[in-house]
Structure formats: C-alpha cells, structure tokens
T-cell receptor, first 115, second 110 residues
Framework: NAGVTQTPKFRVLKTGQSMTLLCAQD?????MYWYRQDPGMGLRLIHY???????AKGEVPDGYNVSRLKKQNFLLGLESAAPSQTSVYFC??????????????FGPGTRLLVL | GIQVEQSPPDLILQEGANSTLRCNFS?????LQWFHQNPWGQLINLFY???GTKQNGRLSATTVATERYSLLYISSSQTTDSGVYFC????????????FGAGTILRVKS
C-alpha cells in the first residue's frame, strides 16, 4: 500500500513550457485534491475532484487544468508555465465521509521551478 | 471565505519543554485537522478533531467548536518535533475542501 504518490519529485521548466504532474492513490478514495504551497504560506487549493470523471475549481485555479479519467489518478497540467507557478505542489486524497475517516492523505510533493 | 489564523508564527523551544499552538477560525466548521510538515516537506496527519479532545503520545489536541478555536499541545518536546504545524478547517461544502492556516514554525533545540 503506497498511499499517495506523485511524479515527478522535482522539475525545472522554462517560461512557456508545458508539463503534467501525476498523482496516484491506491486507497480507493473518492476525493482527490491538488494544492500549492508557497514560502511562508499554508497550502492553497488549486482544483479538486469528487469522483472519476469530475473536476472542480478551488481557490487558485488560474493557469492550471486537471483531469480524473481513472479513479486512482489525478493529473495537474500547466499549459504555459509562468515564474509565478514556481511552488511546491501537493496532491491529497480522501475517502467518502465515513465517521472518523474524513482525513486527507497527502503525497510527498513536487517541487517546480519555472525560469 | 473562512479565515484561519495560527499563533504563534514562530516558536523556539529547548528540548523537553512543553508548548501550546493555537488555531482560530472565523466561522463554524465540519472538520478540523492538524498536520505536521517535517523538515523534508512531508505532511503528516496528526489529528482529525472537529470537536473535543484527543491524545496521541506526547501530542494532544482540543477543539472548542462553539468558540471557534483549537489548541495543539506538545509535551516533552524533542528535536524530531521540529517543522511546521498547520491547522486546516473544512466547511460543509461540496468536496470537503480544506482551508489552511499559515502555520507555526517550531524549532526544538537540543
């Protein structure tokens, strides 16, 4: 049981390049989330999904797109990277709201540097 | 939207000391979680505590939902407790989204 995994761990992009971050979970969780963490701040929600085939915007969605074609995977795409997207990206998953199991489980993070 | 404020922003402790971290939130919540982010960046669940008190070893947490605050207690601190402690709250909205505070940076000196 690997929990939540993220690929890649680290990436350097040039302004204007595109890339996709992959999140995978093996806990059969319904909900998945993408956050970004900037220095001195807590995590901010980019996009989330409440089930396979569904996505929705979070607090800071601009410049990002997501897809959830399979229940276990949640992809985060940057179509045209900007220096302001330099950040650490975290993926999380969560089961449906069964009592006592509503915690979100986080992946190890992806460090992205946009030059 | 809901505001989450954590205090203090920074805390330096000598190993063996106790500490209390506070989280205030501006509206009623369905869920509150405490996380520890270790120096390697990994986020670790500490407590799921929308109300009441829980204990896990040297850590305990109390949430007083009616007064909109939660406290995280660390007793007999160790250097491995260093890192950032985040409080995150969830309101009754679609997707059960978490809103994070800015965190408390804890440094435990040996």
């Amino acid at each position: 049981n690997a929990g939540v995994t993220q690929t890649p761990k680290f990436r350097v992009l040039k302004t204007g390049q595109s890339m996709t971050l992959l999140c995978a979970q093996d806990m059969n969780h319904e909900y998945m989330y993408w956050y970004r963490q900037d220095p001195g701040m807590g995590l901010r929600l980019i996009h989330y999904s409440v089930g396979e085939g569904t996505t929705a915007k979070g607090e800071v969605p601009d410049g990002y797109n997501v897809s959830r074609l399979k229940k276990q995977n949640f992809l985060l795409g940057l179509e045209s990277a900007a220096p302001s997207q330099t950040s650490v990206y975290f993926c999380a998953s969560r089961p449906l709201g069964l009592a006592g199991e509503e915690t979100q489980y986080f992946g190890p993070g992806t460090r992205l540097l946009v030059l | 939207g809901i505001q989450v404020e954590q205090s203090p922003p920074d805390l330096i402790l000598q190993e063996g000391a106790n500490s209390t971290l506070r989280c205030n939130f501006s509206d009623s919540v369905n869920n509150l979680q405490w996380f520890h982010q270790n120096p390697w960046g990994q986020l670790i669940n500490l407590f799921y505590i929308p109300s009441g008190t829980k204990q896990n070893g040297r850590l305990s947490a109390t949430t007083v939902a009616t007064e909109r605050y939660s406290l995280l207690y660390i007793s007999s601190s160790q250097t491995t407790d260093s890192g950032v402690y985040f409080c995150a709250v969830e309101q009754g909205s679609t997707g059960n989204k978490l809103v994070f505070g800015a965190g408390t940076i804890l440094r435990v000196k040996s």
